[in-house]
Protein backbone atom coordinates (compact mmCIF):
# COMPACT_ATOMS: atom_id res chain seq x y z
CA UNK A 1 0.00 0.00 0.00
CA UNK A 2 0.80 3.85 -0.89
CA UNK A 3 0.81 6.14 1.85
CA UNK A 4 0.98 10.07 1.51
CA UNK A 5 2.90 11.72 4.40
CA UNK A 6 2.76 15.63 4.51
CA UNK A 7 4.06 18.10 6.57
CA UNK A 8 1.22 20.73 7.97
CA UNK A 9 0.04 23.79 9.23
CA UNK A 10 -2.69 23.91 11.88
CA UNK A 11 -2.01 28.06 11.97
CA UNK A 12 1.84 26.10 13.38
CA UNK A 13 3.85 23.79 11.66
CA UNK A 14 2.84 19.98 12.88
CA UNK A 15 4.12 16.97 12.53
CA UNK A 16 3.57 14.32 14.84
CA UNK A 17 5.40 10.86 15.41
CA UNK A 18 4.62 8.09 17.86
CA UNK A 19 6.94 5.42 19.12
CA UNK A 20 4.61 2.80 18.57
CA UNK A 21 4.30 -0.11 16.16
CA UNK A 22 0.65 -1.13 14.10
CA UNK A 23 -2.70 -0.07 14.85
CA UNK A 24 -6.40 -0.40 14.29
CA UNK A 25 -8.30 2.47 12.81
CA UNK A 26 -11.52 3.68 11.99
CA UNK A 27 -13.18 7.27 10.60
CA UNK A 28 -16.23 8.61 10.24
CA UNK A 29 -16.86 11.72 8.21
CA UNK A 30 -18.72 14.55 10.08
CA UNK A 31 -20.84 17.81 8.94
CA UNK A 32 -18.78 20.70 7.50
CA UNK A 33 -17.07 23.39 9.64
CA UNK A 34 -15.93 26.46 9.66
CA UNK A 35 -12.42 24.85 7.62
CA UNK A 36 -8.70 25.09 8.60
CA UNK A 37 -6.70 25.99 5.79
CA UNK A 38 -3.25 23.48 5.31
CA UNK A 39 -0.69 23.87 2.84
CA UNK A 40 -2.86 26.53 1.07
CA UNK A 41 -5.83 23.77 1.10
CA UNK A 42 -8.93 24.50 3.13
CA UNK A 43 -10.02 21.52 5.55
CA UNK A 44 -13.82 21.73 6.07
CA UNK A 45 -14.07 18.83 8.02
CA UNK A 46 -13.81 17.23 11.21
CA UNK A 47 -13.35 13.38 11.62
CA UNK A 48 -12.23 11.02 14.10
CA UNK A 49 -10.25 7.88 14.29
CA UNK A 50 -9.22 5.06 16.73
CA UNK A 51 -5.99 3.56 16.97
CA UNK A 52 -5.73 0.59 19.49
CA UNK A 53 -2.51 -1.63 19.50
CA UNK A 54 -0.24 -3.60 21.66
CA UNK A 55 2.76 -1.57 22.98
CA UNK A 56 6.22 -3.18 22.23
CA UNK A 57 8.12 0.28 22.57
CA UNK A 58 9.36 1.94 26.41
CA UNK A 59 8.83 5.13 24.88
CA UNK A 60 6.21 7.86 22.62
CA UNK A 61 7.63 10.67 21.11
CA UNK A 62 5.10 13.04 19.96
CA UNK A 63 6.15 16.33 17.74
CA UNK A 64 3.35 18.92 17.27
CA UNK A 65 2.52 22.51 16.12
CA UNK A 66 -1.01 22.97 17.79
CA UNK A 67 -1.86 20.13 19.05
CA UNK A 68 -3.87 19.20 22.64
CA UNK A 69 -2.93 16.16 24.96
CA UNK A 70 -5.14 14.31 27.47
CA UNK A 71 -4.00 10.61 27.85
CA UNK A 72 -4.19 8.34 30.99
CA UNK A 73 -1.97 5.74 32.07
CA UNK A 74 -3.43 1.92 32.68
CA UNK A 75 -2.21 -1.89 33.39
CA UNK A 76 -2.96 -2.83 29.83
CA UNK A 77 -0.07 -3.68 27.35
CA UNK A 78 -1.56 -1.14 24.61
CA UNK A 79 -2.71 1.80 23.37
CA UNK A 80 -6.12 2.75 22.82
CA UNK A 81 -6.21 6.50 21.58
CA UNK A 82 -8.50 8.83 19.60
CA UNK A 83 -7.23 11.50 17.07
CA UNK A 84 -9.48 13.99 16.00
CA UNK A 85 -8.72 15.58 12.66
CA UNK A 86 -9.43 18.17 9.59
CA UNK A 87 -9.69 16.28 6.11
CA UNK A 88 -10.42 17.81 2.59
CA UNK A 89 -13.55 15.51 1.83
CA UNK A 90 -16.05 13.64 4.36
CA UNK A 91 -14.34 9.88 4.99
CA UNK A 92 -10.95 11.12 2.85
CA UNK A 93 -8.28 11.33 5.13
CA UNK A 94 -7.00 7.68 6.92
CA UNK A 95 -4.92 8.12 10.28
CA UNK A 96 -2.51 5.09 10.77
CA UNK A 97 0.44 4.05 13.05
CA UNK A 98 3.41 2.73 11.09
CA UNK A 99 7.13 2.06 11.50
CA UNK A 100 7.13 3.87 14.71
CA UNK A 101 5.22 7.08 13.69
CA UNK A 102 1.97 8.58 13.76
CA UNK A 103 0.84 9.22 9.79
CA UNK A 104 -1.90 10.77 7.40
CA UNK A 105 -3.21 10.05 4.37
CA UNK A 106 -6.03 10.77 1.91
CA UNK A 107 -7.47 9.37 -1.38
CA UNK A 108 -7.65 12.95 -2.73
CA UNK A 109 -3.73 13.51 -2.08
CA UNK A 110 -4.70 16.80 -0.28
CA UNK A 111 -3.51 17.59 3.38
CA UNK A 112 -4.65 16.26 6.54
CA UNK A 113 -4.57 18.43 9.71
CA UNK A 114 -4.59 16.45 13.63
CA UNK A 115 -5.69 18.80 16.29
CA UNK A 116 -5.55 16.27 19.18
CA UNK A 117 -4.80 12.73 20.83
CA UNK A 118 -6.72 11.31 23.45
CA UNK A 119 -6.84 8.70 25.24
CA UNK A 120 -4.62 5.32 27.68
CA UNK A 121 -1.39 4.61 27.01
CA UNK A 122 0.57 1.70 29.56
CA UNK A 123 1.15 3.87 32.54
CA UNK A 124 5.19 2.96 32.21
CA UNK A 125 5.85 4.31 28.95
CA UNK A 126 8.49 7.56 28.78
CA UNK A 127 7.05 10.81 27.13
CA UNK A 128 8.67 12.87 24.60
CA UNK A 129 6.65 16.17 23.76
CA UNK A 130 7.36 18.70 21.43
CA UNK A 131 4.48 21.46 20.73
CA UNK A 132 4.15 24.86 19.52
CA UNK A 133 1.13 25.86 21.28
CA UNK A 134 -1.59 23.71 23.05
CA UNK A 135 -2.05 21.57 26.70
CA UNK A 136 -1.20 18.35 28.02
CA UNK A 137 -2.65 16.43 30.44
CA UNK A 138 -1.42 13.37 31.83
CA UNK A 139 -3.32 11.07 34.51
CA UNK A 140 -1.89 8.27 36.12
CA UNK A 141 1.70 7.60 35.16
CA UNK A 142 3.42 4.99 37.45
CA UNK A 143 6.52 4.16 37.07
CA UNK A 144 10.64 4.94 36.00
CA UNK A 145 10.16 6.43 33.23
CA UNK A 146 11.00 10.00 32.29
CA UNK A 147 8.40 12.52 31.07
CA UNK A 148 10.03 15.51 28.58
CA UNK A 149 7.44 18.24 27.53
CA UNK A 150 8.83 21.32 25.19
CA UNK A 151 6.32 23.66 24.33
CA UNK A 152 6.10 27.49 23.35
CA UNK A 153 3.25 28.00 25.15
CA UNK A 154 0.44 26.29 26.76
CA UNK A 155 -0.01 24.33 29.97
CA UNK A 156 0.46 20.84 31.87
CA UNK A 157 -1.03 19.65 34.41
CA UNK A 158 0.02 16.03 36.20
CA UNK A 159 -2.20 14.15 38.12
CA UNK A 160 -2.79 11.17 40.43
CA UNK A 161 1.26 10.04 38.97
CA UNK A 162 4.39 8.45 40.46
CA UNK A 163 7.43 8.21 38.00
CA UNK A 164 10.99 9.08 37.67
CA UNK A 165 11.46 12.27 36.32
CA UNK A 166 9.93 15.35 34.70
CA UNK A 167 11.47 17.96 32.45
CA UNK A 168 9.40 20.99 31.36
CA UNK A 169 10.80 23.77 29.03
CA UNK A 170 8.10 26.49 27.87
CA UNK A 171 8.49 29.85 26.85
CA UNK A 172 5.20 30.52 28.32
CA UNK A 173 3.35 28.10 30.53
CA UNK A 174 2.45 26.79 33.62
CA UNK A 175 2.82 23.25 35.36
CA UNK A 176 0.48 21.92 38.04
CA UNK A 177 1.32 18.64 39.69
CA UNK A 178 -1.96 17.05 41.90
CA UNK A 179 -1.66 14.10 44.39
CA UNK A 180 1.56 13.17 42.22
CA UNK A 181 5.12 12.26 43.46
CA UNK A 182 7.90 12.71 41.01
CA UNK A 183 11.11 11.56 42.27
CA UNK A 184 13.18 14.95 39.90
CA UNK A 185 11.61 17.64 38.16
CA UNK A 186 13.39 20.39 35.55
CA UNK A 187 11.15 23.50 35.34
CA UNK A 188 12.53 26.22 33.21
CA UNK A 189 10.46 28.85 31.86
CA UNK A 190 10.65 32.55 30.51
CA UNK A 191 6.55 33.36 32.12
CA UNK A 192 4.79 30.86 33.65
CA UNK A 193 3.83 29.21 37.04
CA UNK A 194 4.41 25.46 39.17
CA UNK A 195 2.02 24.67 41.28
CA UNK A 196 1.79 21.66 43.26
CA UNK A 197 -0.93 20.64 45.51
CA UNK A 198 -0.47 17.36 47.87
CA UNK A 199 2.54 16.44 45.30
CA UNK A 200 5.71 15.63 46.44
CA UNK A 201 9.32 16.61 44.85
CA UNK A 202 12.82 15.18 45.84
CA UNK A 203 15.06 16.79 43.98
CA UNK A 204 14.24 20.45 42.18
CA UNK A 205 15.26 22.58 39.31
CA UNK A 206 13.57 25.65 38.64
CA UNK A 207 14.40 28.47 36.43
CA UNK A 208 11.79 30.90 36.08
CA UNK A 209 11.95 34.56 34.43
CA UNK A 210 8.44 36.06 35.79
CA UNK A 211 6.13 33.46 37.59
CA UNK A 212 5.61 31.75 41.33
CA UNK A 213 5.96 28.49 42.74
CA UNK A 214 2.92 27.67 44.91
CA UNK A 215 2.57 24.99 47.30
CA UNK A 216 -0.14 23.68 48.30
CA UNK A 217 -1.36 20.26 50.89
Same mark, same amino acid.
Given at each position: ???????????????????????????????????????????????????????????????????????????????????????????????????? #???? /??? =?? *???? %?????? &? !??? +????????????????????????????????IDVIDSRFNS?????????????????????? #???? /??? =?? *???? %?????? &? !??? +???????
Open positions: MKHNYFTYWLWFPTVLLLGLLGCVGTHKADAALGGTKVNGVWLQYQNAATIVQDCDTDSIEILGGTLSLDLHGTPEPGVNLQVSYMEYLPGDATIYLENG #KISS /GSK =SG *KPVA %INSITG &S !IPE +GLSLAVNNGTGKAKLTALKGNQSVSINIGTGSLFVKTGTGSVGLKNSSVHAVTF #KAGT /GNM =SM *KNST %ISHRDF &S !IGT +GRIIEEN
